[in-house]
């Protein structure tokens, strides 16, 4: 995929679906790539998470590269593989804040250990907003209401992608790094982390999927328009109309069943 189609893709996707935030996509650099041109958290002076970077570039519009050194949350760095070594210390000290259960602690620990990409594999990782990226990203990830995400769903299980859900209630950012792995969609509920320091909003779920996809969105809406109009309309007592062919009706019910026993009737 070209840099301008990402672009396209990235301001059609945003006019259609109204969203509030830029979809951004990200870039997993397995060697020691050049991100000088990029600002980094250092040169700001702080040390950020993931999450925040994700969250700063798509409501600002600005592009974000992080190395190791940048790193705020352990827990995202060793997801994203940028630590080259195992930190066990995390095991004892970071996820007896989340549970009280030693079942579900052993739970998080194992997924987190399934989540993360090879130790050390990542040296760099670049965050942008679509429509002005500066590198061919490898996933893009979209931030918008409930409605608007579950559009997009609906739009890629016309295609015959179906999302999965990818949350554990805690290290949210690694949505991204599953569709990477998967080469599938994967749909997420913000966690705390992301929350807190990331500040997404209460009203606000993602969904993380290869660039290959970006397209399919499009064509999906379009052809799942009829039974999932975006944005939909809004009134109060009214009785719906389903497309004409679309057999989910009460009167459909009623003259399946009429038919039914019409034939049973026959000698």
């Known amino acids: 995929m070209e840099i301008e189609e990402v672009r396209n893709l990235g301001r059609e996707l945003r006019a259609r679906l109204g969203l509030r935030t830029y979809p951004v996509g990200i870039k997993f650099c397995g060697e020691d790539c050049d991100v000088s041109r990029f600002k980094r958290p250092q040169d ?5 998470a993931v999450c925040q970077v994700i969250n700063n570039v798509r409501r600002h519009g600005k592009p974000i590269a992080f190395k190791l050194e940048d ?11 940028l630590v080259p070594e195992y930190p066990e210390y995390l095991l004892g000290e970071v ?10 602690k052993n739970f998080l620990v194992l997924k987190l250990q399934e989540k993360a990409l090879p130790q050390g594999s990542i040296k760099a990782v670049v965050v942008t907003p679509l429509e002005t990226a500066e590198v061919v990203p490898d ?12 559009a997009i769903a609906k739009a890629l299980i016309w ?3 179906f999302p999965e859900i990818s949350s554990n209630w805690s290290f ?5 790094v599953g569709a990477y792995r998967s080469k599938r969609p994967h749909v997420s509920i913000p966690s705390s982390g992301e929350v807190v320091w990331g500040w997404s909003e209460e009203d606000e779920v993602s969904v993380s999927l290869p660039v290959e996809h970006l397209e399919k969105i499009l064509t999906g809406l379009e052809n799942i328009k009829r039974i999932y109009p975006y944005p939909p309309a809004r009134f109060m007592l009214y009785e719906p109309l389903a497309p004409r ?13 009429k038919s039914r026993e019409e034939k049973n009737l026959k000698p």
């Open 44 to 48: 700001f002076g702080v040390h950020m």
């Open 71 to 81: 790193m705020f949350c352990m827990v995202g760095a060793y997801i994203y593989g």
């Open 95 to 104: 996820f007896k804040w989340h549970t009280s259960s030693e079942e579900v």
């Open 139 to 150: 996933v893009a990830v979209i931030y918008g209401t409930p409605t608007q995400i579950s």
């Open 159 to 161: 295609h015959g992608i």
């Open 172 to 176: 949210g950012c690694s949505a991204a």
């Open 245 to 257: 062919g679309y057999r989910i009706t009460y009167k459909d019910y009623l003259e399946w069943k």
